[in-house]
């Protein structure tokens, strides 16, 4: 819901009544991930996606039913070998979306939840979109980090029992503290061995990180393109007279300090975890590293990478060695950085590099999609 928020809040703070279909659950070549959205606002307006196209005219239809009568609704979408070009997904996957009627009073914490989204502050929110009893369809939780209150206002709410609630609070705050979205599944009562009640858990979680060590062109080009792709990119590098804003204005912030020591109060901070991806641009060996020491010896991080040639590569190595580091510590570094493009700019190595980050995130090939077989959409590692 997150890139549909801000229209949805227009309406919701005009006091009107929007259709919303989400994709909860996606199975096979399902071309939109689970929490992509649609509105029908009350004009008959329709802004986002959940298909890319397929069936988002069935949905739409849906949608205005819902706001209609009130009730919520659950349907599934997929292709059909007798019709292939009727509702479904001709590419072969099947999406199930929960089509629901949002407003001031079918939704009052939404105002709250779109603010801290806008804050940064991690929120997520549990929606029944299954259940024996008709009466819990549609029913939610607003979860937040233990310790955060909610806000002022933000009335009580309850799946149907506490046992539900409970079980659905804990495990809702473990997928926002991992950053993920995910429908999960329980006994009618909140039993975590049983079956008949799905909660569709949407977790905004502030962006991932992304850190570039080393103000020159070729990070210039990396924070743009990090940017683009949804990270909070940070370029840090010791060196006052290249580390400018006006040098990287896609970046969010721009640091002068050793990167390594930026890297170990991010650290101490708490400001790094399992999504931060590091790329080390600086190839200078009294740069990188000092800071791949801290880097590599994170258990949690994303990705780490770290630029130069081979040769260059080579020394690193041994340099990173003798300062003590393991073999298993050094694998977990990616270097020389990116796919093998042949990248020869600083675009086109950024694009590499992102390449390279989107495919260890979801356990892609790098290849040729008409050169290999199977699923084109994979769902990220096991």
Known sequence: MRDVLDELMGWWRAGETVGVGTVVATFRSAPRPAGASMLVGPGGEAVGSVSGGCVEGAVY?????????????????????????AVGLT??????????????????????????????????????????????????????????????????????????????????????AAGRTETLTYGPDGERRGEGMRVFVSAFAPRPRMLVFGAIDFAAAVAHVGSFLGYRVTVCDARPVFATHSRFPAA??????????????????????????????????????????????????????????????????????????????????????????????????????AAEIVALQWGGRGSRLQDVGGPIHHHGMA
């Open 252 to 353: 969010d912030e721009v640091v002068v300090e050793w990167p390594h020591r930026y890297l170990e109060a991010e650290v101490g901070a708490g400001r790094v975890d399992a999504r931060t991806v590091v790329c080390v641009l600086t190839h200078d060996p009294k740069f990188d590293v000092p800071v791949l020491q801290v880097a590599l010896r994170l258990d949690d991080v994303a990705y780490v990478g770290a630029m130069g040639s081979r040769r260059t590569h080579e020394d690193r190595l041994e340099r990173l060695r003798e300062a003590g580091l393991t073999d298993t510590e050094l694998a977990r570094l990616s270097s020389p950085i990116g796919l093998d493009l042949g990248a020869r700019t600083p675009e086109e190595t950024a694009v590499s590099i």
């Open 91 to 176: 590419c072969g996957g099947i999406l199930d979306v929960f089509v629901e009627p949002i407003s001031q009073e079918t939704f009052p914490e939404l105002g709250a939840i779109a603010d801290d989204v806008a804050a940064g502050r991690p929120v997520a929110v549990a929606t029944v979109i299954e259940h024996p009893d008709p009466a819990w369809l549609g029913r939610r939780l607003v979860v937040r980090p233990e310790d955060t209150e909610a806000p002022d206002g933000d009335p009580p709410r309850s799946l149907g029992s506490p046992r539900a609630d409970g079980a659905v609070t804990d495990d809702a705050r473990g997928l926002l």
């Open 61 to 85: 239809e849906l949608s205005q039913e819902v706001v209609g009568d009130g009730t919520p609704v659950l349907q599934r979408y997929g292709v059909s070998d007798d019709d292939a070009f």
